[in-house]
């Protein structure tokens, strides 16, 4: 069993910085790969980042590419997502994920463990 907490959301102006913190409690975090997601008002979850178990993998959706960066410290047990130059189009709660199959969570599939989520709001 997993348990994960969101944490580091917050308001921000556009072009400004924030880095979001997934603390998971539990000993098989090492074996999860870990996502981040995100869901606007009105809107679907989309994906936002993976990692893989090892940290040697990482893939972004093309809205992100370039601006966030997802990392994991295993001795810690948490995940981040740092997020620069944020746009008014990235307010959304944003949501830690983990599964084991790195690929299918890119798809929102085979997502064992979701977090609560936290508040992102970006201002023009």
């Known amino acids: 069993q997993v348990h994960l907490v969101e944490s580091g959301g917050g308001s921000v102006q556009a072009g400004g910085s924030l880095r979001l913190s997934c603390a998971a409690s539990g000993r098989t975090f090492s074996s999860y ?11 679907e979850r989309e994906f936002v980042a993976v990692i893989s178990r090892n940290a040697v993998s990482t893939r972004y959706a093309d ?23 944020l746009k008014p189009e990235d307010t959304a709660v944003y949501y830690c994920a983990g599964g084991l199959n790195f690929g299918t969570i890119v798809a929102g599939r085979d997502i064992d463990y979701w977090g609560q989520g ?6 023009s």
């Open 63 to 85: 809205s992100v590419k370039g601006r966030f960066t997802i990392s994991r410290d295993t001795a810690e047990n948490t995940v981040h997502l740092q997020m620069n130059s």
């Open 118 to 123: 936290t508040q992102v709001t970006v201002s």
């Open 33 to 43: 790969a870990m996502g981040w997601f995100r869901q606007a008002p009105g809107k």
